[in-house]
Structure formats: structure tokens, C-alpha cells
């Protein structure tokens, strides 16, 4: 069994970002500049954007976070981005989910430029992915590429079961893996929470990607021997004995499920650090205009 090592990874891929930084910055250009939006004070959201502005600092980004309290309405919100999307010093933004229940996200990932839309959540970038042109990937879909082609994963011909059909992960996971390209050429089965016959289905599966949310979800007896298991659920359990009262779980009972693996990512230290990278990626390709470069502006 060959542990996937997202933070590794992750660490190289920023050393080769900042060296792309360096040459943008040292031939005139200003660094590139993410925006997070964060509404409201919730716990994880914050650890989230605090990482991602961090992450940006260690690669030369300049980055900038505006802080709403959760009393801002939708309208407002779509000011904001309305302001960002003109702010030509912005090359790329996100508004951080969950958002406030009275603010619709369709409409605010609607009103993002989609050449600023740097998490890939708006339905141009979406369908452009769909239609294998130019666009910004989800960020987590892309970081899993990623793992998958560094490790040199065979995924032509092979059937991948993605468990979960969100917007961010499963849905895009599973268009991405049935393209034309590689890491792609799968036959992918998308699994939700209507699935029938969930575990003989995972059973099949050479690739198998969980994304559902649910502790421990995938056990050994929905692992083909030799599969490659790619874990992507990060719930906060319970854990008194650490200082912070609780610990990230993945949706793999990794101990088990581990010892009938070819590749396997841990939670923490598997997809979640190649997450911040996509990001990182789709802004420096939003300050080079390399997905729309109709944008650039004079
Ligand atoms: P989500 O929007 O809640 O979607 C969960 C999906 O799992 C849904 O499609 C749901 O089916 C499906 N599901 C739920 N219970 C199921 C069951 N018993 N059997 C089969 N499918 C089931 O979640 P998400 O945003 O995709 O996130 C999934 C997990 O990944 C979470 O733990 C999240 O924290 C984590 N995550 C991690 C990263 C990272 O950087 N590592 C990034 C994003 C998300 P229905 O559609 O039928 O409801």
C-alpha cells in the first residue's frame, strides 16, 4: 500500500508557485491578489480562510480578507462583488460557504465574474470544465487530479465509484474523471445517498472517491483488493484528550480499509492540503489571464 501524501505534494506545488510569483514579481508585474469574503463567525469557515490567506502569504500572494457580520443581506453581498468583480487590482476572489440560510448561493456564486470566480462554482466555469475548455476547476476536484497524475495513477479504462454528488466534489470529481485526458478515460458511477446497493457498487470500484461527509463511512468490506481510495470527508469528531476537543475525520475507516489498498490518502494530510493549492493555481492563472484572456485589461 502506497500512502497518497497530500501535504508533500502540497508543499512542492507551492514551492513551484512561489518561483512563478518570484519571476510575475521580478519582470514588473504585481504579485497576484486573492479577495476571501467571510460572512458571519462560524467556526470552521474561519479555520478555512484563515488558512487559505496564510497559505497565501507563503507563496508571495497578496491576499485580502473582508470580514461581514451575518446580518448582511443578499443584496448587500451582491454589492460587494459587484465592487470586486470591477476592482482591476482583484485578480481573483471567493465568497467562503456556508452562507447566512436568508442568502441564496445560487445567486451569489451567479453575480461572480466568471473570469474572477477563482473556485470554480460558477455555471459558466462549471460547463466550460464540462465541455473541456478553458476554466477554473473546483479547487478540492483539482487538487485530487493532482494527487492521482503526480502518482502516476493508471485511470484510463478504470471504474471509478465517486460516493457523494455535491456541487464542490462529487459532481465535478465525476465529469473530470470521465473526460478525455488524463488523469480521466474512467468509467465512473456517481453514488448519492439514493443509491441502491451502495456497497456491492463501491465494490467495483478500481478508484473509488468518498465524498460524503460521514465518519468512517467506507469500510473494508466496500473495498476491492488493490483499489486506489481517495478520502475526502474532514468532519471534526469529538476528541477530548487533545487540547482543541476534537480531531478531522475522514468518510474511510482508513486502518482497515488501508491494508486492501494499491494507494490511499490519509485525513488530515491527503486531499485537504491539495484543496488551498487549487486555489492557489486558479488565482495565478486568473493574474496571468490565462483562462479568459479577453479579460485583460489595459
Ligand atoms: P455535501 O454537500 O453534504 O454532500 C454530501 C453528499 O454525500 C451528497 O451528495 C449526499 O447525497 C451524499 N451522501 C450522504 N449520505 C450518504 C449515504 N449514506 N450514502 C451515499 N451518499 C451519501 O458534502 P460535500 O461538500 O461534498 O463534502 C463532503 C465531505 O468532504 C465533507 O466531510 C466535507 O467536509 C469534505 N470536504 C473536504 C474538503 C477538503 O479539502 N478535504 C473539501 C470539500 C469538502 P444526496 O445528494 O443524495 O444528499
Redesign the pocket.
Known amino acids: 500500500m502506497i500512502l497518497i501524501d497530500g501535504k508533500l505534494t502540497s508543499q512542492q506545488i507551492k514551492e513551484e508557485i512561489k518561483s512563478k510569483v518570484e519571476s510575475m514579481t521580478s519582470s514588473g508585474l504585481r504579485a497576484p491578489h486573492l479577495v476571501a469574503i467571510l460572512v458571519g463567525n462560524d467556526g470552521a469557515s474561519e479555520t478555512y480562510v484563515g488558512n487559505k490567506i496564510r497559505t497565501c502569504a507563503e507563496v508571495g500572494f497578496k491576499s485580502t480578507l473582508l470580514r461581514f457580520d451575518s446580518g448582511l443581506t443578499e443584496e448587500e453581498l451582491i454589492a460587494e462583488i459587484h465592487k470586486l468583480n470591477d476592482d482591476e487590482e482583484v485578480d481573483g476572489f471567493i465568497v467562503q460557504l456556508p452562507l447566512p440560510k436568508h442568502i441564496d448561493v445560487h445567486h451569489i456564486t451567479a453575480a461572480i465574474d466568471p473570469a474572477k470566480d477563482v473556485d470554480g462554482f460558477h455555471p459558466v466555469n462549471l460547463g466550460r470544465m464540462t465541455e473541456q475548455l478553458p476554466a477554473y476547476i473546483p479547487?478540492?476536484p483539482k487538487?485530487i487530479m493532482q494527487l492521482l497524475e503526480r502518482y502516476k495513477i493508471e485511470t484510463a479504462g478504470r471504474h471509478c465509484v465517486v460516493?457523494?454528488?455535491?456541487n464542490?466534489?462529487?459532481t465535478p470529481m465525476s465529469i473530470l474523471l470521465s473526460r478525455n485526458a488524463y488523469p480521466g478515460n474512467c468509467t465512473v458511477t456517481l453514488?448519492?445517498?439514493?443509491?441502491e446497493n451502495?456497497k456491492e457498487i463501491a465494490r467495483q470500484a478500481d478508484i473509488l472517491v468518498a465524498?460524503?461527509?460521514?465518519p468512517y463511512?467506507v469500510t473494508a468490506d466496500m473495498v476491492k483488493e488493490g483499489a486506489v481510495v481517495i478520502d475526502?470527508?474532514?468532519?471534526r469528531v469529538p476528541a477530548p484528550e487533545l487540547k482543541q476537543g476534537f480531531k478531522l475525520a475522514g468518510?474511510v475507516d482508513f486502518k482497515a480499509v488501508a491494508a486492501r489498498c494499491s494507494y490511499i490518502t490519509p485525513v488530515p494530510g491527503?486531499?485537504?492540503p491539495?484543496?488551498i493549492i487549487g486555489l492557489l493555481q486558479n488565482t495565478l492563472l486568473a493574474a496571468q489571464h490565462r483562462i479568459y484572456p479577453a479579460h485583460v485589461r489595459q
Request: no cysteine; net charge positive; proline share 0%.
Open positions: 479547487a478540492t487538487g460516493i457523494g454528488r455535491s464542490i466534489v462529487g453514488t448519492h445517498s439514493r443509491t451502495l465524498a460524503i461527509g460521514k463511512f475526502v470527508g474532514m468532519t468518510d491527503g486531499v485537504g491539495m484543496t
